[in-house]
């Protein structure tokens, strides 16, 4: 079994910065693809970035230039910095992981996710 816990959420005022984190843990062969999701009261869940065991990256449109997506394949850990955050990137943030059990199974995994809420 792979799990993946979020941390890092929180109340930050406009124009402020968070920083998240997501942890795997489990029978992890090789994680794949890491990312990030998020969805706000009555609208979908959108993407907000990816990042690939290479190191390449992908980011929605909507926080391109403004948050930044990283890991550590030593820790199983992936991390966003979410720089001059605005109202509307208030949502759950939930982490997702993509790869290899050490059985060489597929594994396709979600966290519980983190609440975001930007408000003065």
């Known amino acids: 079994q792979v799990q993946v816990v979020e941390s890092g959420g929180g109340l930050v005022q406009p124009g402020g910065s968070l920083r998240l984190s997501c942890a795997a843990s489990?029978?992890?062969?090789?994680?794949?693809?890491m990312g990030w999701y998020r969805q706000a009261p009555g609208k979908q869940r959108e993407l907000v970035a990816t990042i690939i065991s290479g190191g390449s990256t992908n980011y929605g449109d909507s926080v391109k230039g403004r948050f930044t997506i990283s890991r550590d394949n030593d820790k199983n850990t992936m991390y966003l910095q979410m720089n001059s955050l605005k109202p509307e990137d208030t949502a759950v943030y939930y982490c997702?992981?993509?790869?290899?059990?050490?059985?060489?199974?597929?594994?396709?995994?979600w966290g519980q996710g983190t609440q975001v809420t930007v408000s003065s």
């Open positions: 997702t992981a993509g790869g290899l059990t050490r059985n060489r199974d597929r594994f396709l995994v």
């Open positions: 489990g029978s992890i062969f090789r994680i794949n693809v």
